[in-house]
């Protein structure tokens, strides 16, 4: 026999964690990088400074076409996030789910999916960012949480 859950159940599961958000999260900021293009006048620093056509994809950094140089600028959006900093706390997904290299575990909203996509790394803790900045790489993708797996989002972040 199925089980019908009113939806103001849900209504108020998700009010309570949305709460949760506010008092225990924290301002971070996800680095993600913009391609700006800008006009030069001499256009002869287009040698790599490593023999290999792959010299784009080591360093990055600038590059000349025909007048034109293609700069490589970090980007900061801020995001409101929990962040578990011992894996004990991390919440389980399965019962054998080993993350050997995870630091830390960060939850947020499904609406800032396509924010955590687009970025390269996390920069924790905005507040204390003038004392240590603590910058994180994510560890595979981002897995919906929650009932109904709709409106959270967990992560995986390891030290850069």
Same mark, same amino acid.
């Given at each position: 026999?199925? !089980?019908? =859950? ?5 209504? *108020? ?8 958000? $506010? ?15 800008? =006009?030069?006048? +001499?256009?002869? /620093? /287009?040698?790599?400074?490593?023999? +290999? #056509? ?7 950094? $600038?590059? /000349?076409? %025909? ?9 900061? +959006?801020? #995001? *409101? ?5 011992? @894996? *004990?706390?991390?919440?389980? =997904?399965?019962?054998?789910? !080993?993350?050997?290299? @995870?630091? #830390? ?21 905005? %507040? #204390?960012? $003038? ?5 994180? !790489? ?15 989002? %967990? ?6």
């Amino acid at each position: 026999m199925p !089980v019908n =859950i009113p939806q103001s159940v849900f209504d *108020k599961y998700f009010d309570v964690i949305d709460s949760t958000f $506010d008092i225990f999260g924290v301002t971070c900021q996800l680095v993600s990088i913009e391609k700006k293009e800008v =006009i030069i006048k +001499t256009p002869d /620093n /287009n040698l790599p400074n490593i023999n +290999t #056509i792959n010299d784009h994809r080591r360093g990055g950094g $600038d590059r /000349n076409r %025909g007048t034109k140089t293609i700069k490589e600028v970090e980007v900061l +959006t801020d #995001i *409101k996030l929990k962040v578990y900093w011992d @894996a *004990k706390q991390f919440i389980r =997904i399965a019962p054998n789910l !080993v993350v050997p290299d @995870a630091e #830390i575990q960060t939850i947020s909203f499904m609406s800032d999916l396509p924010k955590f996509q687009r970025a390269k790394a996390l920069i924790v803790h905005k %507040g #204390i960012k $003038d004392y240590k900045e603590m910058r994180f !790489v994510r560890i595979g993708d981002p897995i919906p949480m929650g009932l109904k797996q709709n409106r959270y989002l %967990g992560c995986f972040w390891k030290r850069a």
